[in-house]
């Protein structure tokens, strides 16, 4: 089961440019501001300051934004990703830290993460109700937390699901092994043998009338 403490939704398009390509190949998350310095350690009024000696809006949901992702978020701490339909699971597992080469990129504010479902996103259709609707919000970075528990009763019954088709998919596997077991017990000298498998036969067949 997916262990986390808080959940925060993260947008893939830092200054307006798709960039989930790079956060998969890269195991990142990230958001743009690409004029401000490294903010490592930086509290909300300095952070503030800073956007406007670079010329940014001082909005309290842009700062808000900052803080979270710089501040706020932990590791440890479960993020979705949407992107159009599908949505990615990612689990922080860095701080907050600043790669001076992604500048002219306009992604350089970086959190490492592990994607929990890289190659196998969920369907945004598929989420509860409500956590659907917290996807809404047009923010780069916004704070779940009071979707924590559906979003986990959630997980917990595809886990349940994954692990039904994982256990009928190997069983298929296992099928033309079982039918020559079956096969070679109907054939064998002894009699005990052929009457267990005529039975089980016969169990099966009015199993799937």
């Given at each position: 089961m997916l262990i986390f403490d808080d959940l925060w939704l993260v947008r893939t398009n830092p200054e307006n440019i798709n960039r989930l390509k790079e956060f998969l190949e890269n195991d990142i998350i990230a958001i743009g501001w690409s004029n401000l310095i490294d903010l490592t350690g930086m509290p909300k009024n300095t952070l503030l300051k800073e956007l406007a000696r670079n010329n940014y809006s001082c909005s309290n949901v842009k700062l808000g934004v900052i803080n979270q992702f710089v501040n706020n978020i932990q590791v440890g701490d479960l993020c979705i990703i949407p992107n159009g339909d599908k949505i990615y699971l990612a689990k922080?597992?860095?701080?907050?830290?600043?790669?001076?080469?992604?500048?002219?990129e306009g992604y350089p504010h970086q959190?490492?993460?592990?994607?929990i479902n890289?190659?196998?996103?969920?369907?945004?259709?598929?989420?509860?109700?409500?956590?659907?609707?917290?996807?809404?919000?047009?923010?780069?970075?916004?704070h779940l937390k009071h979707r924590i528990g559906e979003f986990k009763a959630f997980l917990t019954e595809i886990e349940t699901t994954t692990d039904n088709i994982d256990l009928h998919e190997s069983l298929i596997k296992l099928l033309p092994l079982a039918i020559e077991t079956i096969k070679n017990a109907m054939e064998s000298d002894d009699a005990e043998r052929r009457f267990d498998a005529s039975i089980e036969v016969l169990r099966l067949m009015q199993k799937y009338e």
């Open positions: 922080v597992t860095s701080p907050y830290y600043y790669d001076s080469t992604k500048v002219t959190r490492k993460v592990e994607f890289k190659d196998n996103p969920i369907s945004r259709s598929s989420l509860p109700q409500a956590v659907r609707k917290s996807l809404g919000a047009q923010n780069y970075v916004a």
